[in-house]
């Protein structure tokens, strides 16, 4: 690149994303003088000094900053070392991350034990098979027993896993391979209880008391795998008991889904509880009569975030956008109410809310914000609750003003639970991960990596994630997704069998001749966990190692913003994986901490957690890693390539 080229590359402002419809949007609200997280990024220049680490502000006697000549040689008033300072800012982050969707776990579990004491009539045990498979994990009898009594053991015990009273250990570290069980015994990393595991990490990162980097940061993967094998795994399978395991579906994304002539009702947030009543609701033919006798066509909901992510799983409902798209789709003026409950709700919507006719209605007794209309979500009476909420939003319908719907969506396939994957390689009678094991093996399928996590308006949004896609399955590498980047891709057309097209000859066999799209949605940030039980599987199925650390695989989270990203890639690597975070390393001046989650955490637990902001070598790093695996099982030698006949495809 010549030297003009570089200035002008400098002087040329940073986009600010890749989708169409998010543009339109941004232009809007230009040209009516409104401002937008992606317009506020560029006017908050992050701390430098915080943001790579050198910051502590845990005590009064500070905040110290360890900065300026010989800044890695200096410590805090206190003493504290930057090695100290990264690992209880990871620690605490982590901690933060798992509270956040432990306490979602938690509340999936109160509501299970209401149902099956009969005290939440709207709901009901969709899926007993798996309530079965799940108190047999437990150790819970089921024979001859009412489905209800089982329901409310299985929600007993899940709470027990919350409060730390289930016994030493978690109830789901047995699904883990035996070698990654013994692996945190030897360290004690097994985490004895959601709740006692961050109360824990709370604790010793207060200033004197663990000092310790590598002790510190065994604390912070011992709480992630509360949440990994623990609360958002807890998370996931009770929701699936409750409302139904995923199976594949059709749908759309992007602000295109909205509806001109419609009363447009957005969730937004992350527990399906409420938004499963607010599905049940819009669909209400009194409530759809209603809509029409205030001139609406009807009613249309969307999501936004991992609400939009339980609603589409399940039921097909599509999502308007991820993260950054949160205020955008109330610039577009057509939205008439938007419900959120908690996380990733940006505060910035109440008086951008106000500018249009759109309805704030927060509905957790855990989150108020001021400006919203608050209506408290209460199980006993979900679905009364519900269609109040979808009443008030279809009588705001006669308020709006000037409508902009960009026309812009992607089509989609999403509902990729574990159970669904392993159904659809194995079919009904010998459902089984064997097919996708032997076509890692004969090297159809080099490996699978999961990109996963938010946006960032740090960085361009979508960009790395759609990138990441297209070059991993052109290197016939499985894809799986969850969170917002499963919007992104959705948005940009690549969750459909068609993407197919543009993956490598060894994976686009194993799709056509499976019927499957080469990226795969599996669900929402807490449906990570659903990640981890398919490693469990792959490696129990053989052929691959005896642990997850010896499979091809890796995750990348290329847009993280939040802690819950953290404490996920914290549970992966703990659990095996290679893992890749974008955007900025946040401890990254704290180079013994960077040390110990990367050379440290391969040693000890066969993963890492590493920060890379730039998506080739993000690229060139879990593509040499999936590859050195290969190499240690000894399938890296390249196979004659022998195409799909009947036969084979009759075998798959
Ligand atoms: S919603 S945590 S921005 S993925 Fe789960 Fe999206 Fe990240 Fe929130």
């Not at 969707?101 to 004491?117: C, E, F, N, Q, W």
């Not at 659903?530 to 847009?559: K, N």
């Not at 690597?573 to 974008?582: E, K, N, T």
Request: net charge negative; hydrophobic share 40%; proline share 4%.
């Amino acid at each position: 690149m010549s030297d003009s080229d570089e200035t002008k590359k400098k002087a040329e402002p940073r986009k600010k994303t890749i989708d169409p419809a998010a543009l339109e949007m941004l232009g809007r609200a230009e040209a009516a003088g409104i401002g937008t997280v992606f317009s506020r990024v560029d006017e908050m220049k992050p701390c430098p000094i915080g943001a790579s680490g050198s910051c502590c502000q845990l005590c009064a006697m500070g905040p110290c900053r360890l900065v300026g000549k010989g800044a890695a040689e200096k410590t805090g008033i206190c003493g504290a070392t930057h090695a100290t300072i990264g690992a209880r800012y990871m620690t605490r982050a982590i901690a933060g991350g798992v509270a956040a969707h432990s306490d979602h776990g938690r509340d999936i579990a109160r509501t299970l034990l209401a149902v099956a004491k009969g005290h939440a009539g709207s709901y009901q045990v969709k899926d007993t098979d798996k309530l079965y498979r799940v108190a047999a994990i437990m150790h819970i009898a089921t024979e001859g027993r009412d489905v209800n009594d089982v329901a409310a053991e299985v929600a007993q015990r899940a709470l027990d896993n919350f409060n730390g009273t289930a016994g030493d250990e978690l109830s789901y570290v047995s699904r883990a391979p035996a070698k990654r069980q013994a692996i945190w015994r030897k360290y004690g990393l097994v985490p004895r209880g959601v709740d006692r595991e961050v109360v824990e990490s709370m604790h010793r990162t207060n200033v004197g008391v663990d000092q310790d980097a590598e002790h510190l940061l065994d604390q912070g993967m011992r709480t992630s795998l509360a949440d990994g094998w623990g609360g958002a795994m807890l998370a996931t399978d009770l929701s699936d008991i409750l409302f139904g395991t995923p199976k594949p579906l059709v749908s759309q994304a992007n602000l295109g889904v909205l509806k001109k002539d419609e009363v447009n009702i957005i969730v937004h947030g992350h527990e399906p509880t409420l938004s499963e009543m607010i599905v049940a609701a819009a669909q209400d033919p009194e409530l759809v009569e209603y809509a029409k006798s205030k001139g609406a066509a009807g009613i249309n909901l969307a999501g936004i975030c991992c609400t939009a992510n339980e609603v589409l799983m399940r039921h097909g409902i599509p999502p308007a956008g991820n993260f950054l798209h949160q205020e955008l789709a109330i610039i577009t003026g057509a939205v008439e109410g938007m419900i959120v409950d908690v996380q990733c709700v940006l505060q910035a919507l109440s008086p951008l809310a106000q500018k249009f006719h759109t309805k704030l209605i927060t509905t957790s007794p855990k989150a108020k914000i001021p400006g919203a209309t608050h209506l408290e979500f209460d199980e006993t009476r979900a679905l009364e609750t519900a269609k109040e909420i979808v009443r008030m939003c279809i009588d705001n319908f006669q308020n709006r003003g000037d409508v902009a719907i960009p026309d812009y969506t992607g089509d989609l396939v999403a509902g990729f639970s574990h159970e669904y994957i392993n159904y659809m390689l194995g079919g009904r009678y010998r459902a089984s991960f064997r097919p996708l094991n032997d076509n890692i093996i004969n090297g159809r399928i080099q490996g699978a990596v999961a990109i996963v996590g938010c946006n960032n308006p740090r960085v361009t949004q979508d960009e790395g994630i759609v990138y990441l896609v297209h070059e991993l399955i052109k290197r016939d590498i499985l894809v799986v997704q969850t969170g917002c980047a499963a919007h992104a891709s959705g948005k940009h057309g690549l969750l459909t069998p068609e993407t197919m097209q543009i993956a490598g000859d060894g994976l686009r066999e194993v799709c056509e001749a499976v019927g499957m799209p080469p990226v795969l949605h599996l669900g929402s940030c807490v449906d990570n966990s659903r990640i981890m039980t398919i490693l469990s599987q792959v490696v129990e199925e053989g052929g691959l190692g005896d642990d997850i650390s010896d499979l091809p695989v890796a995750a990348i989270c290329p847009e993280y913003y939040c802690e819950k990203a953290l404490a996920i890639g914290t549970y992966a690597a703990a659990s095996g994986v290679f893992v890749v975070f974008g955007v900025r390393n946040p401890v990254a001046d704290c180079t013994e901490v960077v040390d110990i989650m990367s050379n440290g955490w391969e040693q000890k637990v066969g993963g890492q957690l590493v920060f890379e902001p730039d998506y080739e070598k993000i690229l060139e790093m879990v593509t040499g890693r999936i590859q050195a695996k290969r190499q240690a099982l000894g399938i890296h030698e390249e196979k004659e390539r022998v195409l799909f006949d009947m036969a084979a495809r009759r075998e798959l």
